[in-house]
């Protein structure tokens, strides 16, 4: 049997996130799966308890099963994170009185820094590298550019919507995490290329949608499509390990710290809900400044 029809409040809480909170597929996707294997584990462990019985001694069961199948601490602190979630939005609706993961400790992670490319071979990749003349190329094409001059998540490019561009204050509006808004400024030639490219599009390609990014089919980009080009292009211009759009995003974020950008304004930027999480860039800014020191200073 299934873990959502023992538990029927695990279907409730993924549709409130789905049509509330307004989750994006892939977040939605690790939630549930995180979510079900938890209550599969109670229901092979603990003869399925009700959700009003599960107790932290249960869950550090599981979390302690997922640490013997070495699974990274960096994996667990995010199925923890679901299941706070899950709990949380149980007291919420009344179905419980009170959490059992008030006790719950999370695991430490190492903190590393965050990839990114160099703004020379960004520059290669923009300027340099060739794309296919023909409806995928020119996707690929300003899709990078799209990704490197607004420090989107993927999502965000993916889901991007045609009234979202603002040409005339040059500007875009994206929803990003938790159907949170922001705005990022970004150039008049970005927004000219968005502005030829959908030109092009509205006379080449029959769109069923009204998102920016199209196939020549007139369908939205898929997550791995993307995800394969962005790793081609990047592989011609740099030797990073990590080629991911969401490597394009830390570039974002680290070109603009180290040419003196306010954190908190590139914070907003990022979409980012704390400073906590944009305060990671400033590592690779002050290594930046050490690099220049050692290159310039005599007594380095």
């Given at each position: 049997?299934?873990?959502?029809?023992?538990?029927?409040?695990?279907?409730?809480?993924?549709?409130?996130?789905?049509f509330e909170r307004r989750y994006s597929q892939h977040t939605l996707i690790s939630y549930e799966t995180d979510l079900e294997q938890f209550f599969n584990f109670l229901m092979a462990q603990f003869d399925a308890p009700d959700v009003q019985a599960i107790s932290s001694a249960m869950i550090r069961s599981w979390l302690a099963d997922l640490k013997s199948k070495d699974l990274s601490a960096k994996s667990i602190n995010r199925k923890i994170s679901a299941l706070k979630s899950f709990f949380k939005y149980q007291v919420k609706t009344g179905a419980l009185q009170k959490t059992p993961m008030t006790v719950i400790v999370s695991p430490k992670t190492n903190k590393r820094l965050p990839s990114f490319v160099e703004?020379?071979?960004?520059?290669?990749?923009?300027?340099?590298?060739?794309?296919s003349d023909d409806w995928s190329g020119k996707t690929q094409k300003l899709a990078l550019q799209v990704f490197y001059a607004t420090g989107m998540r993927l999502s965000e490019l993916i889901g991007l919507k045609e009234n979202q561009v603002d040409e005339a204050n040059l500007h875009i509006k994206v929803l990003g995490k938790g159907n949170k808004e922001r705005i990022i400024p970004?150039?008049?030639?970005?927004?000219?290329?968005i502005k030829n490219y959908l030109r092009e599009k509205k006379e080449q390609i029959t769109a069923t949608c009204g998102n920016v990014f199209v196939t020549e089919k007139g369908a939205?980009?898929?997550?791995?499509?993307?995800?394969?080009?962005?790793?081609?292009k990047l592989s011609a211009v740099t030797t990073v390990q990590k080629k991911s759009p969401h490597v394009l995003r830390h570039s974002f974020a680290t070109h603009l710290m180290n040419n003196g950008a306010d954190l908190n304004a590139v914070k907003e930027l990022l979409g980012h809900s704390s400073l906590a999480a944009t305060q990671v860039y400033t590592h690779n800014s002050i290594e930046k400044l050490k690099e220049v020191f050692?290159?310039?200073?005599?007594?380095a």
């Open positions: 049997m299934r873990s959502n029809e023992t538990y029927p409040l695990l279907g409730k809480f993924l549709n409130y996130l789905q703004e020379k071979h960004i520059g290669l990749l923009l300027n340099d590298v060739e794309f970004v150039p008049i030639e970005l927004v000219q290329a939205p980009l898929k997550p791995r499509y993307v995800y394969a080009f962005v790793k081609q050692k290159k310039a200073h005599p007594k």
